[in-house]
Nanobody, 131 residues
Framework: QLQLVESGGDLVQPGGSLRLSCVVLGLISDYYAIGWFRQAPGKEREGVSCISSSDGSTYYGDPVKGRFTISRDNAKNTVFLQMNSLKPEDTAVYYC????????????????????????WGQGTQVTVSS
């Protein structure tokens, strides 16, 4: 059974940086595209960034382009989200999720075009950007 475990959330000042980690546990974990999503209070969940397992292609949501970087270390079954130049509007619970790579593109995953394709979600990690 696939299991995702996030870590790295914290309280940080505006302009600061954080790195989130998502450990993917289970059989054939590198078969999956992995995405980061976030949900702020009173708002819908939105796609932040997604990465393919087959070719390493990536996708970023417009609010984070140029500030966030997604990467994966398949040997460690871990996907990272490096977040720089953080803003108060980045405050949210951040989740990672998995979709079989053959069932999606990274953009479709981040747009949640096919919600039934998601096979696992992590428990979330809180990121708070505040002075």
């Amino acid at each position: 059974q696939l299991q995702l475990v996030e870590s790295g959330g914290d309280l940080v000042q505006p302009g600061g940086s954080l790195r989130l980690s998502c450990v993917v546990l289970g059989l054939i974990s590198d078969y999956y595209a992995i995405g980061w999503f976030r949900q702020a209070p009173g708002k819908e969940r939105e796609g932040v960034s997604c990465i393919s397992s087959s070719d390493g292609s990536t996708y970023y949501g417009d609010p984070v382009k140029g500030r966030f970087t997604i990467s994966r270390d398949n040997a460690k079954n871990t996907v990272f989200l490096q977040m720089n130049s953080l803003k108060p509007e980045d405050t949210a619970v951040y989740y990672c999720a998995a979709v079989p790579d053959i069932r999606t593109t990274v953009q479709a995953m981040c747009d949640m075009t096919y919600p039934y394709a998601f096979e696992a979600w992590g428990q979330g990690t809180q990121v708070t950007v505040s002075s």
